[in-house]
């Protein structure tokens, strides 16, 4: 497939995503079998949903995890940038704790690899001490 081809398909699937349904199903639809999910976050306390997924099956997880644990407030993408297979997607998103009831707003940087059409690698970067604040319900302090 070309880099636009990726970027489009993976266009498509933001702009269900930011509709703020939380459902993953459009997700699912465009991972390969094997693929290799991971996050910034690795499954910290609080975030558990966030552990390495090594399979379709393990990303299912996370997004039933993530729904359980989160509300999406906004999710809104700025650019698709492409090289070869990759799509580095960068954008930002809210979210509120359902456990806490904070709010987290944050930067999103999303890595992907494709191949035939299908995302093979998933890399998520977020502003993880804010998230981790929210999910906790503890205030960050200043040093």
């Known amino acids: ?15 269900k995503w930011g509709d703020q ?9 465009v991972l390969a079998d094997d693929v290799q999910w991971r996050s910034i976050a690795d499954g910290a306390p609080g975030m ?4 390495a997924s090594r399979s ?9 995890e993530l729904a359980n644990d989160w509300e999406m407030l906004r999710y809104s993408v700025d650019e698709f940038v492409a090289q070869g297979d990759r799509v580095v997607v960068i954008g930002r998103c809210g979210w509120r704790s359902r ?33 981790l604040e929210a999910a906790r319900g503890n205030e960050m302090t200043s040093s």
Request: no cysteine; net charge negative; charged share 35%.
């Open 1 to 15: 497939m070309t880099e636009h081809e990726n970027v489009e398909i993976l266009r498509s699937v933001y702009e």
């Open 21 to 29: 349904s939380l459902d993953a199903s459009n997700w699912m639809d």
């Open 48 to 51: 558990e949903f966030s552990s």
């Open 56 to 64: 379709k099956n393990e990303v299912a997880r996370y997004f039933e």
């Open 99 to 131: 456990n806490t009831g904070k709010t987290v707003d944050t930067p999103k940087v999303d890595i992907f690899r494709m191949r035939d059409g299908k995302v093979t690698e998933f890399y998520e970067f977020f502003d993880t001490a804010k998230a």
